[in-house]
């Protein structure tokens, strides 16, 4: 009786180590006090004009020649109404390799889905599985159109990029979308504003807006 008294705790103590291990990975961030925010900012690096800046990390698999980049995922941010949101929200455990594998198909580098994840994820107040599973399923919810993937260059105004993302996209609203751009004249990031559920939704202020009357986007190489 004693014996399989032994062996029956034994069993519920495997069972119980087995459990925590699962569970470990859909917990949200250590000393995450999961702020609050409005809304998610799903931002979208267009490649060609990031690879022709003077500064930042020109990584070949983004900006080699013959790689036919176009737009990559820079992040999903969690972001204040009027103001930008909460950033580097607690301690954070290196992305796993499994992560790293699966979301190498929407990110350019390992470093920047590091980044994003010590930045923007431990705000989001999901745990790291979640975090880019949002991230997943954002950037699968937006269509891109070919017209801003061009083979040579195209000169237009935010405004009408943003009509493009619209006219492409049904379920978002112009309203929905902006338009970054850096000092030269060339398109920076395209801005998709997102309810905390990843319903569209219009952008607030802290969306940011490029005030240039065109921007330039350099073709896909």
């Known amino acids: ?3 399989q008294l032994v062996r029956f705790i034994a069993l519920i103590t495997l069972t119980l180590v087995a459990t925590s291990g699962v569970e470990a990975r859909h917990k949200k961030p250590p000393n995450s006090h999961s702020p609050s925010f409005a809304y998610y900012l799903l931002v979208l690096s267009y490649a060609p004009d990031f690879c022709d800046q003077p500064t930042g990390n020109k990584d070949p698999r983004e900006c080699g020649a013959g790689r036919h ?3 990559v995922v820079h992040g999903l941010w969690p972001q204040g109404e009027t103001s930008r949101g909460p950033e580097n929200c607690g301690s954070a455990s290196p992305v796993g ?4 594998d699966a979301m190498l198909h929407y990110f350019p580098t390992e470093s920047l889905i590091q980044h994003e994840w010590k930045a923007h994820g431990t705000c989001s107040g999901l745990s790291v ?7 997943k399923k954002a950037r699968d919810s937006v269509t891109i159109p070919d017209a801003l993937t061009p083979s040579s260059q195209l000169s237009l105004a935010p405004a009408d990029i943003e009509s493009e993302l619209a006219s492409a996209n049904p379920r978002f609203a112009a309203s929905a979308f ?3 751009c850096y000092p030269d004249k060339e ?3 395209v801005r998709i504003c997102l309810n905390t559920d990843l319903t569209p939704r219009a ?5 940011g807006q490029c005030s240039l009357p065109k921007i330039d986007l350099l073709p896909v190489r």
């Open 178 to 180: 902006r338009v970054s």
């Open 97 to 100: 390799q499994s992560i790293i």
């Open 1 to 3: 009786m004693h014996r």
């Open 69 to 71: 980049v176009g737009f």
């Open 129 to 135: 599985d979640d975090y880019f599973a949002a991230v």
């Open 187 to 189: 398109l920076q990031e």
């Open 203 to 207: 952008c607030g202020s802290s969306a």
